[in-house]
């Protein structure tokens, strides 16, 4: 019997078809094989991480996720906002292939200039006037230079604490607990115009006329509006010192007196870091009545599991600064990845915050005012928790 020959034609058309399948799963196959192999004899340094594809999603949209999902599951198309830009897909796998964001030049910069990664610091609340270009600094000087003790003046009398107003019934007060607690990591930031023989930031060191006069200043402050406080006097430098570190593991050097502090009293549930900014006059002040202020900066650590509790609290005083005192709060702000620490150790309590406290050019009159303030506002934003959580007196 003849075969018409249409019909020969599509079996011919199939048996092509099948041959070409085939082949492509026997290569595909093959190939998979190979990449798997390659995979797993590489060396580790070069493998994909957890990191790795860290940096390539954290930078993506939330909707991009509620797409992809919305591809599998309908009910996340609901989800997907309505004023949401298409995704633009061409953007998304040039970010994954290369790290580098068009709409970023941070991403490229920071790896081609030195020092440019100082700007990878993210910004969450900006206060009046901040941006990219003003964030705080960190001086780093070489270790030899902080133990350099130069001529300190200061020259102005520490002024007297606000007075608390004469009122028949006593305010609340923690009965004696200390429940706040002050430490300094950089604890020998000291402020130029206290030091005539310094000049830049990096000379601003000084193993008395320093930071931790203000942590003494707020406790005061805060025992002053009746909450129990204490500000560490450990000198981290030794600590630095005795354990032939760098000034870069300073993080490192305070973190056992953080854990022995809230090992050793249970009643601890708040905890400053204070640290001065290197930064200049014009940037870290700002004036109310004809007064000069130190402006406050706080510093959240991105890479800890506390991270979202210990900036809920660093916005909720940011907020209530700046209601009172317009400006007086810079912001908050976020540091992690490469070239930082990244925790700050606030990874030891969801009620931990470094702040920035005022700059290298601020005098200590600015200093203990903004001390004062804080300490003020801080006790109003206490008490009222206290109350929340139904025991008003503290006790």
Do not use: C
């Not at 003849?2 to 070409?20: D, H, M």
């Not at 000379?203 to 930071?211: M, Q």
């Not at 025992?223 to 430098?237: C, L, P, S």
């Amino acid at each position: 019997m003849k075969i018409p020959k249409e019909k020969g034609l599509l079996k011919s058309e199939r048996l092509k078809a099948v041959y070409q399948g085939a082949t492509i799963l026997i290569i595909s196959t093959i190939a998979l094989f190979m990449i798997i192999g390659a995979l797993t004899s590489v060396k580790p340094t070069f493998r994909l991480s957890s990191q790795a594809i860290n940096n390539w999603t954290e930078n993506m949209e939330g909707s991009t996720f509620l797409y992809l999902f919305g591809l599998e599951n309908r009910m996340f198309e609901g989800a997907y906002p309505e004023d949401q830009e298409k995704i633009n897909w061409s953007s998304i796998l040039f970010e994954t292939a290369t790290n580098i964001r068009p709409d970023d030049s941070r991403s490229l910069l920071g790896r081609e200039l030195p020092g440019f990664s100082f700007f990878d610091s993210k910004i969450l609340v900006a206060g009046e006037g901040t941006d990219y270009t003003n964030l705080p600094i960190e001086s780093s000087p070489p270790i030899e230079a902080i133990a350099e003790d130069k001529v300190a003046k200061v020259e102005e009398e520490e002024p007297e604490l606000p007075k608390q107003p004469d009122n028949t019934e006593a305010g609340p007060t923690t009965d004696g607990k200390e429940v706040v607690f002050i430490y300094s990591t950089h604890n020998r930031e000291s402020f130029l115009p206290h030091l005539p023989e310094a000049t830049i930031a990096d000379e601003a060191f000084h193993s008395e006329v320093n930071i931790t006069q203000v942590n003494d200043r707020f406790e005061k402050a805060l025992e002053n509006n009746g909450i129990g406080a204490v500000a560490d006097e450990t000198d981290i430098y030794n600590n630095l010192v005795e354990n032939s570190w760098e000034y870069w593991k300073s993080y490192e050097a305070s973190r056992p007196v953080l854990q022995n502090a809230i090992q050793a009293n249970k009643d601890l549930q708040y905890f400053f870091d204070f640290h001065r900014d290197a930064q200049g006059r014009d940037i870290t002040t700002k004036t109310f009545n004809g007064e000069a202020y130190a402006r406050l900066m706080f510093v959240i650590g991105g890479e800890h599991e506390n991270f979202e509790k210990n900036y809920k609290l660093a916005k909720q005083l940011h907020d209530l600064l700046n209601k009172k005192y317009p400006g007086i709060s810079r912001g908050v702000m976020t540091k992690q990845g490469a070239g930082t620490n990244g925790k700050f150790n606030q990874d030891l309590s969801e009620r931990a915050i470094l702040v920035e406290f005022g700059g290298v050019e601020n005098n200590m009159t600015e200093l203990y005012r903004t001390a004062d303030v804080f300490a003020d506002v801080f006790s109003e934003f206490y008490w009222d928790a206290e109350k929340v959580d139904g025991n008003p007196s503290g006790s």
